[in-house]
T-cell receptor
Framework: DAGVIQSPRHEVTEMGQEVTLRCKPI?????LFWYRQTMMRGLELLIY????????DSGMPEDRFSAKMPNASFSTLKIQPSEPRDSAVYFC???????????FGQGTRLTVV | TQLLEQSPQFLSIQEGENLTVYCNSS?????LQWYRQEPGEGPVLLVT?????EVKKLKRLTFQFGDARKDSSLHITAAQPGDTGLYLC????????FGKGTRLHILP
């Protein structure tokens, strides 16, 4: 298996623009997680899905952030409109469920100027 | 709110020295996990501990889980430059919550 695949690896956008980050989890994994990592705040859980259903989105910072999982092999995290303080590395991870190991993608480094 | 506190935040030591880093949780999780993250990559699992008092070894790394299942430590013996990285502990139930990590730098 290729592991968790995220795209793009790097994104530079202007403030106010819409940004869409994409994730393909490992086949057969039931849970998918979106995290944001900054030096100040560390690795924060934004939202997680189980069997394509959003279970906990309490970590989503504002209404500008939204996430979808239309099927078991694809998820998106959208920021609209983007702001400079959204600049961070965004990770997607998946696991079979329960308290098992999380497998991470390589992340998307987002810079909002 | 579930929190995991890690200490120290930063640690820089000479090759060959021993070190211990700590993780303390505000609550009990189904399991506690340790990950290592290298620059430009996602975290990768080192070990999972589940039972209070558990000790696991991974070559020169020794992981301990406290009896109350709320604290854990990672001890590295004879550190090597290849051990350099960000060490993260995480509490796992259905969701996985991470501490802020210990950034370790081993000087050759």
């Amino acid at each position: 298996d290729a592991g968790v695949i995220q795209s793009p690896r790097h994104e530079v956008t202007e403030m106010g623009q819409e940004v869409t980050l994409r994730c393909k989890p490992i086949s057969g994994h039931n849970s998918l997680f979106w995290y944001r990592q900054t030096m100040m705040r560390g690795l924060e859980l934004l939202i997680y899905f189980n069997n394509n259903v959003p279970i906990d989105d309490s970590g989503m910072p504002e209404d500008r952030f939204s996430a979808k999982m239309p099927n078991a092999s694809f998820s998106t995290l959208k920021i609209q409109p983007s702001e400079p303080r959204d600049s961070a590395v965004y990770f997607c991870a998946s696991n079979p469920g329960g308290y098992t190991e999380a497998f991470f993608g390589q992340g998307t480094r987002l810079t909002v100027v | 709110t579930q929190l995991l506190e890690q200490s120290p935040q930063f640690l820089s030591i000479q090759e060959g020295e021993n070190l211990t880093v700590y993780c303390n949780s505000s609550s009990v999780f189904s399991s506690l996990q340790w990950y290592r993250q290298e620059p430009g990559e996602g975290p990768v699992l080192l070990v999972t501990v589940v039972t209070g008092g558990e000790v696991k070894k991974l070559k020169r790394l020794t992981f301990q889980f406290g009896d109350a299942r709320k604290d854990s430590s990672l001890h590295i013996t004879a550190a090597q430059p290849g051990d350099t990285g960000l060490y993260l502990c995480a509490g796992a139930d259905d969701k996985i919550i991470f501490g802020k990590g210990t950034r370790l730098h081993i000087l050759p």
